[in-house]
């Protein structure tokens, strides 16, 4: 009787202790609150979210993530009701904001190693998968640097603080 909760509990101690290790690995697990974000066509550095820009990504320990990032400064819509907005807001809000979410992978150093979007707002996105060529995230302690390249070759840049 007393060699099973032995074992259940060495068992237990060396998953915690594998699942510790893994975590630990990983750079870019945890939660990020966006500083900055700039498109640059040709040269220009123009804010994508608007001066304010606001969003968090997320990563998990199970290897999911979600991302919502939206301009501050879009006004509200008229309505309160969400599906009543016009052409006009809902081009606004649609084209400022973009929520997506999937799983990511990191290589053996714990970096990012690309994504798959399950889900996005913007119905495009789902289903591609970005490799670090199309995405990079460099963590260099509570700053995290993304840079993205749309397919037609616009490079984004977003800075990133962990969320304590």
């Given at each position: 009787?007393?060699?099973?909760?032995?074992?259940?509990?060495?068992?237990?101690?060396i998953?915690?202790?594998?699942?510790?290790q893994?975590?630990?690995?990983?750079?870019?697990?945890?939660?990020?609150?966006?500083?900055s974000a700039?498109?640059?066509?040709?040269?220009?550095n123009?804010?994508?979210?608007?001066e304010?820009?606001?969003?968090?990504?997320?990563f998990?320990?199970?290897m999911?993530?979600?991302?919502?990032?939206?301009?501050?400064?879009?006004?509200?819509?008229?309505?309160?009701a969400?599906?009543?907005?016009?052409?006009?807001?809902?081009?606004?809000?649609?084209?400022?904001?973009?929520g997506?979410?999937?799983?990511?992978?990191?290589?053996?150093?714990?970096?990012?190693?690309?994504?798959?979007v399950?889900?996005?707002?913007?119905?495009?996105?789902?289903?591609?998968?970005?490799?670090?060529?199309?995405?990079?995230?460099?963590?260099?302690?509570?700053?995290?640097?993304?840079?993205?390249?749309?397919?037609?070759?616009?490079?984004?840049?977003?800075?990133?603080?962990?969320?304590?």
């Amino acid at each position: 009787m007393f060699i099973r909760p032995v074992v259940l509990a060495l068992a237990f101690s060396i998953s915690s202790s594998a699942f510790a290790q893994t975590t630990a690995q990983n750079q870019v697990m945890g939660t990020w609150r966006i500083i900055s974000a700039a498109i640059d066509p040709g040269g220009d550095n123009i804010s994508v979210y608007g001066e304010k820009p606001n969003g968090l990504l997320v990563f998990t320990p199970d290897m999911h993530f979600v991302a919502v990032l939206t301009d501050a400064g879009v006004p509200r819509f008229a309505s309160d009701a969400r599906g009543e907005g016009t052409d006009d807001e809902n081009r606004m809000a649609m084209s400022r904001s973009i929520g997506f979410f999937g799983t990511y992978t990191v290589n053996e150093k714990g970096e990012f190693s690309g994504n798959r979007v399950e889900g996005a707002t913007f119905p495009n996105w789902v289903g591609s998968v970005r490799t670090r060529d199309d995405l990079t995230l460099v963590v260099a302690g509570d700053r995290m640097t993304e840079h993205f390249r749309r397919p037609e070759g616009t490079e984004i840049r977003i800075e990133w603080q962990r969320v304590e």
